[in-house]
């Protein structure tokens, strides 16, 4: 008996410990700041247009410090080149969405004080890109990755923001790879390797001579 009152004594004690007030969250460190630091391909068209996401692409369960539509249409913003005089490509999401599955809450003392429950983040990606003459698609190649990431009973909101961050962030630099590898592997005739953009042809420049000018040989 005196054991259950020491335990009755220790509840509300817990409780106010929980009730306490949250700390300002730190900040996180810097997100990603683009692909331009990465090869650029160099694609044999004119024009290179982003496209409209296919309809229900995107789903993002905030808190989302990074939208995985976001940066897949930068990457293809920065790393995509058009460098042809003729046709165009297109870039489309076909999937990009940032998801949040609480886990099942712990029994006992441990899962009524533990903080918030555990949860599995999962950030899935794809992309397509359509080479088109005119309304005609003549070519096209498709990339997609996966990543998955668990964060456990109990962990600081500071934390549970770093993995959300961390599972998008890990997901792009894999879907980098994945893009390049398929553009070279799917799209090699459209590919422009160590080329530069064509640049007009100088105009030829003609010599008139000077009225009473001695004429030039």
Not at 27 to 35: A, E, F, N
Not at 97 to 106: E, G, N, S, V
Not at 116 to 124: D, Q, S, V, Y
Request: contains cysteine; hydrophobic residues 40%; glycine residues 8%.
């Amino acid at each position: 008996m005196p054991k259950r009152r020491h335990l009755l004594k220790a509840l509300p004690l817990l409780a106010a410990a929980c009730a306490t007030t949250e700390q300002p969250l730190p900040p996180l460190r810097p997100l990603v700041t683009g692909y331009r630091h990465l090869t650029p391909l160099r694609l044999n068209v004119l024009e290179i247009q982003i496209g409209e996401p296919v309809p229900g692409a995107i789903q993002v369960i905030e808190p989302a410090p990074m939208r995985p539509d976001v940066e897949l249409r930068r990457m293809a913003e920065q790393r995509l080149v058009p460098i042809g005089t003729e046709g165009r490509a297109r870039f489309v999401i076909t999937n990009a969405r940032f998801i949040r599955q609480p886990l099942p809450a712990r029994g006992g003392l441990g899962g009524m004080f533990g903080g918030e429950p555990g949860e599995r983040l999962a950030c899935e990606l794809a992309c397509r890109v359509e080479i088109l003459t005119g309304e005609t698609r003549v070519a096209f190649v498709e990339a997609q990755v996966q990543r998955l990431q668990t964060v456990a009973d109990g962990a600081t909101p500071a934390t549970r923001r770093q993995a959300a961050e961390d599972v998008v962030r890990q997901a792009m630099e894999e879907m980098n790879v994945e893009f390049e590898f398929q553009l070279r592997s799917t799209l090699r005739a459209w590919l422009a390797e160590g080329l530069t953009p064509t640049a007009p042809a100088a105009v030829p420049v003609e010599r008139e001579d000077l009225p009473g000018a001695q004429p030039r040989t």
